[in-house]
T-cell receptor, first 113, second 113 residues
Framework: GQQVMQIPQYQHVQEGEDFTTYCNSS?????IQWYKQRPGGHPVFLIQ?????EVKKQKRLTFQFGEAKKNSSLHITATQTTDVGTYFC?????????????FGGGTRVLVKP | DGGITQSPKYLFRKEGQNVTLSCEQN?????MYWYRQDPGQGLRLIYY???????QKGDIAEGYSVSREKKESFPLTVTSAQKNPTAFYLC????????????FGNGTRLTVT
């Protein structure tokens, strides 16, 4: 079946450093969404990418959609303690009725001050 | 102030009992969803509904039931047939348009002993 995988599962980052987390789909996606879940909280929508090769920025976060629309990445520069949380990517399930998303397993980000 | 309300935040039940989790939204969204999240894990889809009086099974529907009698409400019943019911349950909604983002409630943490 359709799968969305994220690596790494855990990311330990020194405050101020950069890092990248990756999202890979077993099938081509029409779009990809990214969500952030703070510890003890609920997922919050961050951004959606639609076009092949699309790059979008939100302050220190840079999101990219692969040329083949099967992978995506999230790059965070100058990591801060506010970046702590789990980042999920999600894509629409093929041959599914309605707006049904498949979520990746998430990358849990821990920041060392 | 529009949003999704899940209640209660914490729920404790004895094994063998059915329990119903509430989810209400005032965003006028057509689609609603139930996800299950286990510690350190991603989101797994239990059920989703595109419109009133219609719903489809997700990836892990066994042991769960839902109803969608009103647009605003999508309650989830965890039955005694669910083998490992202890988990964090998240309700979400979207406009239903393919690729539209999900808005999540604060979640209900269910513990069954």
């Amino acid at each position: 079946g359709q799968q969305v995988m994220q690596i790494p599962q855990y990311q330990h980052v020194q405050e101020g450093e950069d890092f990248t987390t990756y999202c890979n789909s077993s099938t081509t996606l029409s779009n990809i969404q990214w969500y952030k879940q703070r510890p003890g909280g609920h997922p919050v929508f961050l951004i959606q990418l639609v076009k092949s090769g699309e790059v979008k920025k939100q302050k220190r976060l840079t999101f990219q959609f692969g040329e083949a629309k099967k992978n995506s990445s999230l790059h965070i520069t100058a990591t801060q303690t506010t970046d702590v949380g789990t980042y999920f990517c999600a894509g629409p399930m093929i041959k599914a009725a309605g707006n049904k998303l498949t979520f990746g397993g998430g990358t849990r980000v821990l920041v060392k001050p | 102030d529009g949003g999704i309300t899940q209640s209660p935040k914490y729920l404790f039940r004895k094994e063998g009992q059915n329990v119903t989790l509430s989810c209400e939204q005032n965003l006028n969204h057509d689609a609603m969803y139930w996800y299950r999240q286990d510690p350190g894990q991603g989101l797994r889809l239990i059920y989703y509904s595109q419109i009133v009086n219609d719903f489809q099974k997700g990836d892990i529907a066994e042991g769960y039931s839902v109803s969608r009698e009103k647009k605003e409400s999508f309650p989830l019943t965890v039955t005694s047939a669910q083998k490992n019911p202890t988990a964090f349950y998240l309700c979400a909604s979207s406009t239903g348009v393919i690729g539209s983002p999900l808005h999540f409630g604060n979640g209900t943490r269910l513990t069954v002993t």
